[in-house]
């Protein structure tokens, strides 16, 4: 049993080394993609003439088989197995036989884990970003159900003015919809071959990298060796967006939470996704919600982390690299599972939208509205809110409705009176992209498009390997 790199050692590795240094026990979620990228090399190799079409046969056929082992689990390790770039060598050499020694001809593990981590980047991106349209369109069909339910909008958590409920949660799916921009762009950015850099300086043999990165359907071949043998900017990018997403689900959480508790009453949550307590039988409680919250605490962290990991590193590559795929991974299993937990919450709520309503109904919530009412006939903007300044302290000292002060104000025409009819205000806002249910019907509109062409920019994303993210 031996290393990769044994034969300049007199003595084997020590237990502690192996312990320490593996990544096998989580880079073998990359198996797929380093077999296709090994594949990818070794016909390379062929057509430069360095295997022959029998050697190349057989080792194909070899690394097909590999592939249906790690797809049924039944790859034995080994002790000095650091990564699955190894196991996948001995493995495909063991079934090859003598070819297999020419698998490596003209490649590092430093070319292949860059190769194989950025095709398993962008089959995961690929992935997510399914997730994420799928609650766009939740989001879509819960804001279009809803019709002209409202509830109060808030700035600094105090009632603001009152906002239709289909707004306020199409301005979820639109932070959605910037994810997917946001995922596409980290996919690009995987989107480029390393294979072919070597080590770090390339290689005296004949390869032509441009030839294995298109028949790997990467868009880009790299243009310096020591730049992409050791950049990682691709995995922080990737990190981000999915930290993004996390962010955003997490103020979704935030506003269940809120809304679900006994003080705002605005939503029910269906029974599948509550959780009750051990000891209280009377609770319900949103622990999924809380959950996205807290784990998103995790998602920047890992961010961050790898940006630490890259920050003082010389070129070419170091081993501290290594580091970049369990925070990777780790972040896009996280947001897979918050995708459908979220997703399913916000698909299953009951939204008490009399409770909404009514807390909307606070006539001071249509403080704007009526200064905006003076503004029309003529009252410079400043004035009118002194004026309504005034009479919403006259209503907050003595309790006085504030449509009866109004109505008692020769400053306001008669016309005033239907800014107090339930839902009056929303009617009255038409400024595009406002919270009216004009500029909302016709924001639906723009987002069902939205949506439609995330879905097939999603849909156009090709997957190497489909389910072995
Ligand atoms: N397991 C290593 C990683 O994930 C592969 C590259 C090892 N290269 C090396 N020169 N030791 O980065």
Redesign the pocket.
């Known amino acids: 049993m031996s290393t990769l790199w044994h034969g300049r050692f007199a003595s084997g590795p020590s237990e502690a080394l192996l312990a320490f240094t593996e ?1 096998l026990s989580f ?1 073998q979620r990359m198996a797929q993609h380093d077999i296709l990228g090994t594949k990818a090399h070794v016909r390379g190799l062929q057509r430069i003439g360095l295997l022959t079409e029998g050697e190349t046969e057989a080792i194909l056929t070899a690394l097909d088989q590999a592939a249906v082992e790690f797809a049924e689990g039944s790859v034995a390790f080994n002790p000095t197995d ?2 699955i ?1 190894t196991v996948i060598e001995r493995r495909a050499t063991e079934l090859a036989g003598e070819a297999g020694a020419k698998i490596h001809t003209g490649r ?3 070319d292949q ?1 860059a190769t194989a981590f950025r095709l398993w980047v962008r089959d995961a991106l690929a992935e997510l970003a399914l997730g994420v349209a799928e609650l766009e369109s939740v989001l879509l069909r819960r804001a279009t159900d809803v019709g002209e339910a409202y509830l109060p909008g808030y700035t600094h958590l105090q009632r603001a003015q009152p906002v239709p409920l289909a707004h306020h949660l199409a301005a979820h799916a639109w932070s959605f919809s910037r994810d997917i921009d946001r995922l596409l762009a980290a996919w690009n950015r995987a989107d480029v071959s390393p294979l072919g850099a070597g ?1 770090l300086a390339g290689s005296s043999l004949p390869l032509v990298p441009a030839d294995t990165a298109r028949d790997l359907n990467f868009g880009q071949v790299f243009q310096n060796s020591l730049d992409v043998t050791s950049d990682r900017d691709f995995v922080a990018e990737a990190l981000f967006a999915v930290a993004m997403i996390g962010i955003h689900l997490s103020r979704i959480g935030e506003e269940f939470v809120l809304w679900s508790s006994s003080e705002f009453g605005f939503i029910v949550l269906d029974d599948a996704y509550a959780t009750g307590s051990s000891m209280m039988p009377q609770k319900k409680n949103a622990d999924i919600a809380e959950l996205t919250r807290g784990k998103s605490g995790r998602l920047i962290g890992n961010l961050t982390g790898l940006l630490a990991t890259l920050k003082g590193l010389p070129l070419a ?1 170091n ?1 501290d ?2 580091e970049d ?1 369990e925070a990777l991974f780790d972040s896009v299993d996280q947001v897979t599972l918050a995708l459908l937990a979220i997703g399913g919450m916000i698909d299953t709520v009951t939204f008490r939208t009399d409770v909404m309503e009514n807390a909307a109904s606070d006539q001071t919530s249509l403080a704007t509205d009526l200064a905006e009412i003076l503004v029309e006939g003529g009252v410079p903007f400043r004035q009118a809110h002194a004026i309504v300044a005034e009479l919403v302290q006259r209503h907050l000292a003595d309790g006085s409705s504030l449509s009866d002060l109004v109505a008692g104000d020769d400053r306001f025409g008669p016309e005033v009176d239907a800014l107090f009819e339930p839902g009056a205000a929303l009617r009255r806002r038409q400024s595009p992209g406002g919270a009216g249910f004009g500029p909302v019907a016709q924001q639906l509109t723009a987002l069902a498009e939205q949506v439609a062409e995330d879905r097939s920019r999603v849909g156009g994303l090709v997957r190497l390997v489909e389910g072995a993210v």
């Open positions: 990544s880079d650091e990564d770039h590092s593990r430093n884990v080590a590559y081993r690299l290594q795929k």
